[in-house]
Nanobody, 115 residues
Framework: QVQLVESGGGLVQAGGSLRLSCAAS????????MGWFRQAPGKQRELVAT???????NYADSMKGRFTISRGNAKNTVYLQMNSLKPEDTAVYYC?????????WGQGTQVTVSS
């Protein structure tokens, strides 16, 4: 059983910053990819960024330069530093773990950016 627990969401003014955290527990394999997706009301879930256990990162074009993804030293955690937030960044942010071709999801954390 793999569980993902997110934290760090909240309300912030436009131009502000937030840092999301996600910790994975359970039977984990060393090689995996953790990342963040988001879903705004009425829209499909979209990629924000991913990071492999080897350190390779991938970002959606609209997040490049504003968001930074990183993995913790224990490799079972992933962080998302979000700077220069915009109202259009408002969404539920989901932590994702991909391992052995199986995708696991956290419960999501709300990020609201006020104008």
């Amino acid at each position: 059983q793999v569980q993902l627990v997110e934290s760090g969401g909240g309300l912030v003014q436009a131009g502000g910053s937030l840092r999301l955290s996600c910790a994975a527990s359970g039977r984990l394999f060393t090689m995996n990819t953790m990342g963040w997706f988001r879903q705004a009301p009425g829209k499909q879930r979209e990629l924000v960024a991913t990071a492999t256990s080897a350190g390779t990162t991938n970002y959606a074009d609209s997040m490049k330069g504003r968001f930074t993804i990183s993995r913790g030293n224990a490799k079972n955690t992933v962080y998302l530093q979000m700077n220069s937030l915009k109202p259009e960044d408002t969404a539920v942010y989901y932590c994702n773990l991909q391992m052995l071709r199986i995708s696991y999801w956290g419960q999501g954390t709300q990020v609201t950016v006020s104008s």
